[in-house]
């Protein structure tokens, strides 16, 4: 990963944080970008929490890669989530690679990249370092909180954690904890990356390379898990990539072949393996309930925000089960929930691609809060 990060915003957090593991940090930098502008009453802004392989740039081109926002489909002027309504902020996650804390950042005492040095972390404690980044914007309380994945677990997260700093929160196709399908999968993704020689035991960066053929791998990993079967046969099935019959070898003959192995060297430009590694690790240790003696009811209790619940018919990798979970919970615990599942077959990247019923779905159900909001306000 070779982008220049210099003009990136970013704050320094001063602030000592504990982290899961036992280990206090501060003075870190967290990165992060806003879109529209904060109104006199402060009850438009949204923080969306990006998923795994994300950063803060969320809708617009990306001025690091030069590539649209990855979530352009519902964050803009006009859409879902309208910026000329609403204040939109995003933080890249500690732990990754687009300006924030993570292990390509140079460690003060070695001067050096931290690699392996860098300290595992957890969904936890990406949450907790961006309330720094709400008190900076001088923001006491969100409309909504919001998110999809790895973002849906850390609006959940956020709301556990800061029961009153949100008005509203939208998880999207996520779940309260990883299965053992979904650590297995990661699993898969991070030993590509250490078996690959030019790892180094995390050291790459010291010899300025980076362990391409690990990483795209682990890319197309998580990339077949993005998609459902149906959507994957309608939209590739067995047909062969600009030739006639097959050529006997193993160079990409369908193309489907062809498609992941564009998606895995695609993101060795823009993301770093040890980042993976750790993000990864942090949706594993993932347990909404583990800080409520194993009680997700008790994890909910006494919150006050309003959820949607949103998943997709065609999503294996966090079902319509774990999404009703959440539901459950929530009702157990006397919080305002609702829920809705689009049928699609797009899979669990349906939140990131143009899909009518779900935009029009959590559109309305901002738009429908920033008028309580707005009404709760002014009481």
């Known amino acids: 990963m070779n982008y220049k990060t210099e003009n990136i915003k970013t704050i320094n957090v001063s602030k000592p944080l504990k982290l899961d593991c036992g280990q206090t940090i501060k003075d870190f930098p967290l990165a992060y970008e806003t879109y529209g502008k904060l109104n006199e009453l402060k009850d438009n802004a949204i923080l969306v929490f990006h998923a795994l392989t994300g950063d803060q740039f969320v809708s617009g081109i990306n001025p690091v890669t030069n590539k649209e926002g990855w979530w352009v489909t519902a964050v803009g002027p006009g859409k879902a989530i309208d910026t000329d309504k609403y204040f939109v902020i995003c933080a890249n996650v500690i732990g990754g690679c687009m300006g924030s804390w993570g292990p390509k ?89 250490m078996a690959d020689p030019v790892w180094e035991k995390g050291k790459y960066l010291i010899k300025n390379v980076q362990p391409k053929n690990g990483l795209a791998v682990a890319r197309m990993v998580g990339h077949i898990s993005y998609l459902s079967e149906k959507g994957m046969q309608e939209k590739f099935g067995r047909k062969l990539q600009e030739k006639a019959d097959y050529e006997f070898s193993f160079d990409a003959d369908f193309q489907v072949e062809s498609y992941l192995r564009h998606q895995g060297s695609a993101f060795v430009e823009r993301f770093d393996a040890n980042s993976i590694l750790y993000i990864t690790r942090a949706m594993d240790y993932f347990d909404l309930s583990k800080h409520f003696k194993g009680s997700l009811t008790q994890a909910f209790k006494n919150q006050k925000a309003k959820f949607l619940v949103i998943s997709f018919s065609s999503d294996w990798l966090y079902t319509t089960k774990e999404n009703k979970d959440i539901v459950i919970a929530l009702n157990a615990s006397g919080a305002d929930v609702s829920f809705s599942e689009i049928k699609t077959d797009k899979g669990h990247d349906s939140f990131l691609v143009d899909e009518p019923e779900f935009l029009k779905t959590l559109k309305g159900f901002i738009d429908s809060m920033h008028i309580k909001f707005k009404n709760e306000k002014r009481i």
Do not use: W
């Not at 914007?137 to 029961?163: D, N, R, V, Y």
């Not at 008005?167 to 990661?186: D, E």
């Open 105 to 193: 950042e140079i460690d003060k005492k070695t001067n050096e990249p931290y690699g392996l040095n860098f300290p595992v972390i957890t969904i936890r404690d990406m949450v907790k370092a961006q309330e720094a980044l709400l008190n900076h914007l001088g923001i006491e309380k969100l409309l909504c909180a919001t998110g999809g994945s790895m973002g849906g677990m850390q609006s959940l997260e956020f709301c556990t954690i800061f029961p009153n700093r949100t008005f509203s929160a939208v998880p999207i196709a996520c779940s309260t904890s990883h299965s053992a399908q979904n650590i297995a999968l990661n699993e898969l993704a991070r030993q590509a990356i």
